[in-house]
T-cell receptor, first 114, second 115 residues
């Protein structure tokens, strides 16, 4: 079975600074997708960024980028120029190529200091 | 385009009762998945429906069931409620489970409290 581990329960960053959220996963599959979701106080899960396992290039979406280390099974999220609106819970998620089920990590609460 | 709509937003039930939660996916989306979110267990997959058929099921007891209608709307039912069923129930819709990089869009969830 696949597992996703987010070992840091909380992190804090100064506004305009950069922060990196860590995630590791375990799988024996070669075809899979990785995601970072944001859950603000409104509770609605919002997709931040996704990475296909077969792509070597790290995904980037504006201020958000990932460091995908396939051999190490590591998938960290870097948020540059942090903004107050980035404060939320962030979940790392795994999706197998064999089905549509998302396996989530425990999440990390990010706070942004003004 | 309307997003994923879950009703009701909040629900309080008594132990032993049953409850039905509803999810209307984004128009055109045919896949609907359900997740349970609790502080202790985090987000856990319940089941996924596509074209009125359950395609995948998580590790939950038989008290948890679901269905999908021809218009892709989905309901989940929990019978004989237990205190531990108190959770945020999230629904996600996507165009199709395949290809696998299809984005899942989530609703705002139904907060169920069992007393």
């Amino acid at each position: 079975a696949q597992t996703v581990t987010q070992s840091q329960p909380e992190m804090s960053v100064q506004e305009a600074e950069t922060v990196t959220l860590s995630c590791t996963y375990d799988t024996s599959e070669s075809d899979y997708y990785l995601f970072w979701y944001k859950q603000p106080p409104s509770r609605q899960m919002i997709l931040v960024i996704r990475q296909e396992a077969y792509k070597q290039q790290n995904a980037t979406e504006n201020r958000f980028s990932v460091n995908f280390q396939k051999a190490a099974k590591s998938f960290s999220l870097k948020i540059s120029d942090s903004q107050l609106g980035d404060a939320a819970m962030y979940f790392c998620a795994y999706r197998s190529g064999a089905n549509s089920k998302l396996t989530f990590g425990k999440g990390i609460t990010l706070s942004v200091r003004p | 385009k309307a997003g994923v709509t879950q009703t009701p937003r909040y629900l309080i039930k008594t132990r032993g009762q049953q409850v039905t939660l509803s999810c209307s996916p984004i128009s055109g989306h045919r896949s609907v998945s359900w997740y349970q979110q609790t502080p202790g267990q985090g987000l856990q997959f319940l089941f996924e429906y596509f074209s009125e058929t359950q395609r995948n099921k998580g590790n939950f007891p038989g008290r948890f069931s679901g269905r999908q209608f021809s218009n892709s709307r989905s309901e989940m039912n929990v019978s004989t409620l237990e205190l531990g069923d108190s959770a945020l129930y999230l629904c996600a819709s996507s165009l199709d489970p395949r290809p696998m990089n299809t984005e899942a869009f989530f609703g705002q969830g139904t907060r169920l409290t069992v007393v």
